[in-house]
């Protein structure tokens, strides 16, 4: 009896009358080397395993939390950032430094001046008869600070002082106790006559200035008040 080639006995001599199969036939091809090889199963971490990324529990290769492949290298962690410190100094980016202009300092000198003091005596000033010319008059130099600067002639009982001084000693009895005022402004000095009693006169102009009216002055220009009194205003 005829056997086919998948090993059955067949009656019929030329086909299997198991499987039909033909007799004499190539045998069958094995199914387990004919199957294409299955690929390999990826390497799964293994059971409890969390990421290594972000922590979270792991069910499969990629993490179901962020996404990070459990089979890469995990990324870097981030540096936490320190909590600002309340009482630090912030730190501030250094601002060159300006240099101002420096303010130019002014200076008045008082001093006894003849010439004026004849001219006094000339108009018959207020008991001009019984004044006369200080033999010894030494200049004196006051520098000019702040806003306004007065002047006349201490008076203690009326508690009166003035930022420059004139009682002397030689003492100008022209002068009142409170007499003027220099004021400064964004270009210099004015002179305000605060309504004295024998008024003052700027340089050599004849007529005497109007009461609590300032007038600017220059470098150099000089003021006139009292009997013999010439205070010069000069620009250091």
């Not at 199969?21 to 390497?43: L, T």
């Not at 990324?53 to 179901?64: D, I, K, Q, S, T």
């Not at 309504?195 to 102009?205: Q, R």
Request: hydrophobic fraction near 35%; include cysteine.
């Amino acid at each position: 009896m005829p056997t086919c080639p998948a090993g059955h006995d067949s009656a019929d001599d030329e086909f299997c009358d198991v499987c039909g199969r033909e007799i004499g036939g190539a045998p069958p091809a094995d199914p387990a080397a004919a199957a294409p090889a299955a690929p390999a199963a990826p390497d799964l971490p293994p059971a409890g395993a969390t990421c290594q990324a972000c922590g979270a529990p792991l069910a499969g290769r990629f993490c179901e939390a962020c996404g990070h492949d459990s089979l890469t290298a995990p990324p870097p962690k981030a540096t936490p950032e320190a909590a600002p410190d309340p009482e630090a100094v912030p730190s501030v980016e250094p601002v060159p430094a300006v240099r101002m202009p420096a303010a130019t300092p002014w200076t008045a000198t008082v001093s006894a001046d003849r010439a004026y003091f004849d001219q006094v005596m000339a108009a018959e000033g207020p008991d001009a008869a019984g004044i006369r010319f200080p033999p010894f008059c030494p200049d004196r130099h006051f520098p000019l600070q702040g806003e306004q600067v007065s002047i006349g002639r201490q008076s203690r009982s009326r508690g009166i002082q003035p930022d420059i001084d004139l009682i002397g000693p030689p003492e100008d009895p022209g002068v009142s106790h409170l007499h003027a005022l220099l004021v400064s402004g964004p270009d210099g000095w004015s002179v305000v006559d605060l309504d004295s009693a024998n008024g003052l006169s700027v340089n050599d102009e004849s007529t005497p200035l109007s009461p609590n009216t300032p007038r600017p002055l220059a470098d150099g220009d000089r003021v006139y008040l009292g009997a013999w009194t010439k205070i010069t205003l000069r620009r250091a």
